[in-house]
């Protein structure tokens, strides 16, 4: 079963900065297809945001992109709105374990 | 509009019973998986099985084998997430989720039940 280990576990940025967030899975991912990202805002549910580790699911903006391939993926969220501010979740599928998560990333305003 | 509608907040006791519910609307019913996902309070996100509302297939993560079990009826486009016996390690959001055409992740998420279990 392959772990997701995400970094840091917390993010400080102000709005407009530049964020980067990290998702290192413990063994190569078999197809970046099975790469995903999601946003969790504070008391809500989960948001798809990025699939096939680089598209951008319906209506995301596009200053979220995703990228990466093997080990380690990254999403990048180019300038930060005050809505960005949330905790991100990379997800990956797998033929034996299915869906893993990583354990978030929470993204605070500094 | 694509929605998942989950049904409202539970407080149960241990030993009790429940079944909570998602209904699918907006789409074909049958045509996509339905997963779930537990998040225990402060903590991350942890799949714990999927359904094909079709069929009544599942899958289940095996740390949650024998937990909780899914179910689905059709004719009313609703899945359901039910415990036999509540233990208070089962508090929690409980989310379901339409599983993208692609198989591989969540695309469309209801917006929680939370189950609260404490004597």
């Known amino acids: 079963e392959i772990v997701l280990t995400q970094s840091p576990g917390t993010l400080s940025l102000s709005p407009g900065e530049r964020a980067t967030l990290s998702c290192r899975a413990s063994?190569?991912?078999?197809?970046?297809?099975?790469l995903a990202w999601y946003q969790q805002i504070p008391g809500q549910a989960p948001r798809l945001l990025i699939y096939?580790?680089?598209n951008r699911a319906t209506g995301v903006p596009d200053r979220f992109s995703g990228s990466g391939s093997g080990t380690d993926f990254t999403l990048t969220i180019s300038r930060l709105e005050p809505e960005d501010f949330a905790v991100y979740y990379c997800?990956?599928?797998?033929?034996?374990?299915?869906?893993?998560f990583g354990q978030g990333t929470k993204l605070e305003i500094k | 509009e694509v929605q998942m509608l989950q049904s409202g907040a539970e407080v149960k006791k241990p030993g009790e019973s429940l079944r909570i519910s998602c209904k699918g609307s907006?789409?074909?019913?049958?045509?996509?998986?339905i997963g779930w996902v537990r998040q225990m309070p402060g903590k991350g996100l942890e799949w714990m099985g999927i359904?094909?509302?079709?069929?009544?297939?599942?899958r289940n993560r095996p740390s949650f084998q024998g937990q909780a079990t899914m179910s689905a009826d059709k004719s009313i486009s609703t899945a359901y997430l039910q415990w036999s016996s509540l233990e208070a390690s089962d508090t929690g959001m409980y989310y379901c989720?339409?599983?993208?055409?692609?198989?591989?992740?969540?695309?469309?998420w209801g917006r929680g039940t939370l189950v609260t279990v404490s004597s």
């Open positions: 989720a339409r599983r993208h055409s692609t198989g591989w992740n969540f695309d469309v």
């Open positions: 997800q990956h599928y797998g033929t034996s374990s299915l869906y893993t």
């Open positions: 359904i094909h509302p079709g069929n009544s297939d599942t």
């Open positions: 907006g789409y074909s019913f049958t045509s996509h998986w």
């Open positions: 063994q190569s991912v078999s197809s970046i297809s099975y």
């Open positions: 096939g580790a680089s």
